[in-house]
């Protein structure tokens, strides 16, 4: 007999996409049609197998009828949702009310995030991207931006990796803001002790820590290009930094622009511009939007974005301090009328290993 508990869970809660998402060969696609067809578990298992044909294979709907597999899942969703519990973190789906608003706008936006913290902070959110691998002017300037932006009260929202991220990150904080870290594994998960200290300090002034991995992930090529669409996805505008033309910080003003999404670099002084890794900066506030798109061979969804405006620069130079106050009026007329909901939780840090 399927328990009961079970049976009423809802597909789109965090606890029936968490059972989807531990059956393995279940893909978003079959997901979405599921979600479509019935509204819990119960009315999914005791369908008939024409019924769900319409949302399942053949090797999928043997999954889907083994009870040792579902009661797995079952048990692999209980063990996520306590975890979070454990350490004062939410796992939020697609389908609740507090779920970021602006992530639904993604191509393919995560059927649950891992979070912890106040997810109203994204209502205020910028970006800042940039290399591992900062040159000292680098790291002058993410620190002067990053803090210019969180003075203002703007979120700072980055990854955590070493370098412009940290930097960033460090700077908020410094100066008594905000900032969020989006991370490319599960929220236990840190790649350093410096990585994991800042974390710490993070949560314990009140910002957020985001991944849409679950506990124990360890953190992937793909996972990074996933987490750099997020950081974008979250922020009203990305500020890059400093980076190769051919880096990974690339992919997120690829996603920014596709987005639609304003991107900002700083002013690079001719003086600088004798490190190669200041030019991609220079490049994006002086190059027309189509020409920089088609110097990377960019392709499908993101030229969809550029064709729209090819003839724009692909960025947006920010001068001096002085012309911060114009940014942050461009950025301001983005912040949504709607405010994200509150979450007061925010995760013991400690707890999670």
């Known amino acids: 007999?399927?328990?009961?508990?079970?049976?009423?869970?809802?597909?789109?809660?965090?606890?029936?996409?968490?059972?989807?998402?531990?059956?393995?060969?279940?893909?978003?696609?079959a997901v979405q049609k599921a979600l479509g067809a019935f509204d819990t578990f119960g009315e999914l298992l005791a369908a008939d197998d024409e019924a769900i044909k319409v949302c399942f294979n053949s090797k999928q709907r043997t999954a889907i009828r083994d009870a040792k597999i579902v009661d797995a899942a079952y048990r692999h969703a209980l063990k996520e949702t306590s975890r979070a519990a454990q350490v004062g973190a939410f796992i939020v789906s697609l389908y609740d009310s507090d779920y970021p608003e602006r992530l639904k706008a993604l191509e393919e936006p995560p059927?649950?995030?891992?979070?912890?913290?106040?997810?109203?902070?994204?209502?205020?959110?910028?970006?800042?991207?940039g290399t591992r691998e900062p040159t000292a002017f680098g790291e002058k300037v993410a620190y002067g931006m990053a803090s210019a932006f969180a003075e203002e009260g703007w979120c700072v929202v980055s990854g955590l990796a070493r370098g412009i991220d940290a930097v960033s990150h460090r700077a908020a904080l410094d100066v008594g803001g905000t900032t969020c870290a989006v991370l490319a594994?599960?929220?236990?998960?840190y790649t350093s002790a410096a990585a994991?200290?800042?974390?710490?300090?993070?949560?314990?002034?009140?910002?957020?820590?985001?991944s849409e991995c679950g506990f124990g992930k360890e953190a992937n090529r793909g996972s990074y290009i996933d987490r750099d669409r997020l950081i974008t996805g979250l922020s009203l505008a990305t500020v890059f930094v400093q980076g190769e033309t051919h880096s990974g910080s690339?992919?997120?003003?690829?996603?920014?622009?596709?987005?639609?999404?304003?991107?900002?670099?700083?002013?690079?002084?001719?003086?600088?511009?004798?490190?190669?890794?200041?030019?991609?900066?220079?490049?994006?506030?002086?190059m027309?939007?189509?020409?920089?798109?088609?110097?990377?061979?960019?392709?499908?969804?993101?030229?969809?974005?550029?064709?729209?405006?090819p003839d724009r620069p692909a960025a947006d130079a920010i001068?001096?301090?002085?012309?911060?106050?114009?940014?942050?009026?461009?950025?301001?007329?983005?912040i949504p009328a709607r405010p994200m909901q509150q979450q007061r939780c925010f995760m013991d840090i400690a707890a999670t290993f």
């Open 288 to 309: 027309p939007l189509g020409q920089f798109a088609s110097r990377l061979e960019w392709a499908g969804s993101v030229m969809d974005a550029v064709n729209r405006n």
């Open 185 to 189: 594994s599960g929220l236990d998960v």
């Open 319 to 334: 001068m001096n301090r002085d012309d911060y106050p114009r940014v942050f009026d461009e950025i301001r007329t983005l």
């Open 111 to 129: 059927f649950l995030l891992y979070t912890s913290g106040d997810l109203s902070l994204f209502d205020n959110a910028v970006g800042f991207v």
């Open 250 to 286: 690339m992919h997120s003003v690829r996603y920014a622009i596709t987005q639609g999404k304003p991107v900002y670099v700083p002013n690079i002084p001719d003086k600088f511009l004798g490190e190669d890794i200041n030019h991609t900066a220079r490049d994006l506030a002086r």
């Open 196 to 210: 994991l200290e800042l974390a710490k300090r993070i949560c314990d002034n009140g910002g957020l820590i985001v």
């Open 1 to 29: 007999m399927l328990d009961t508990t079970l049976a009423d869970t809802p597909l789109r809660s965090a606890t029936g996409l968490l059972m989807f998402d531990a059956i393995h060969g279940i893909g978003r696609i």
